[in-house]
């Protein structure tokens, strides 16, 4: 039990699950669940370059998570190679005192199977991990128990994932600290139209124009640059 738990990110990783599964940790305890220490901030995605390129043009999407929010996805685009125009904005819940935080941004292929199929993976593994127990010492439930491991992983590792980046609470504090000095967003008669859109629906925050002096680059795992703004959202409730 002790080595399980030491070892519960390590399987949660290979098993594919890139956010927190229970959504509550023991701030939430000793602060009796308060949102008062949590503040809005929103996270602008631009551009990433220097990808990865496939045999021909994909239909890639980001995913971002951190902390108990809900994964933010921002739309397919299609026809994408080296280069990805993202132009989107999202805003997310941040405790800027949580150490233990990590903001990951995946960008990942479109699935190509569906989430029917998807959700029969772990099943289909139970059934062929119990008959392969039965050829084997493990025996019929041990087999199935792994073929379940391995179902879920599969399920979870669908949608070829291009590159990422791993953001800690002092980066993204950096970050946050360098857009608040980087000068206030236009008046709004000098705005660009914003292309980018919030996974609501709705433009969040005040619109920044999409322009490299207002955005951060950082490498992304296994090669390419992503271009980002982490600002905080003033006023918001």
């Not at 901030?41 to 551009?47: N, T």
């Not at 999202?90 to 949580?98: G, H, K, M």
């Not at 990942?108 to 569906?114: L, T, V, Y």
């Not at 709705?202 to 124009?209: E, K």
């Amino acid at each position: 039990m002790v080595a399980l738990y030491l070892c519960r990110k390590k399987i949660l990783t290979i098993l594919g699950f890139d956010q927190q599964i229970i959504k509550a940790d023991l701030r939430d305890l000793l602060t009796g669940f308060s949102m008062k220490r949590f503040r809005p901030i929103e996270v602008s995605l631009w551009q990433a370059d220097n990808l990865a390129v496939g045999f021909s043009g994909r239909t890639l999407f980001t995913r971002t998570t951190l902390g108990y929010n809900e994964a933010a996805h921002t739309r397919p685009h299609d026809g994408c190679l080296a280069r990805f125009q993202i132009k989107d904005r999202v805003q997310l819940n941040y405790d800027p005192e949580d150490d233990t935080q990590k903001m990951s941004i995946m960008i990942k292929g479109q699935e190509i199977i569906g989430g029917q199929v998807n959700q029969l993976l772990p099943a289909a593994g139970a059934v062929f991990g119990a008959v392969g127990g039965m050829a084997s010492p493990l025996g019929p439930t041990v087999g199935a128990s792994l073929g379940v491991v391995t179902g879920t992983g599969a399920a979870n590792s669908v949608g070829c994932e291009i590159g990422r980046v791993d953001l800690s609470s002092a980066m993204i504090n950096r970050i946050r600290t360098r857009c608040q000095s980087d000068g206030q967003a236009p008046p709004s008669s000098e705005r660009p139209r914003s292309t980018g859109r919030s996974i609501t629906g709705q433009n969040t925050g005040p619109a920044t124009p999409w322009s490299e002096q207002y955005f951060q680059k950082v490498d992304l795992i296994p090669q390419g640059e992503l271009w980002l703004r982490i600002a905080d959202v003033e006023g918001a409730t």
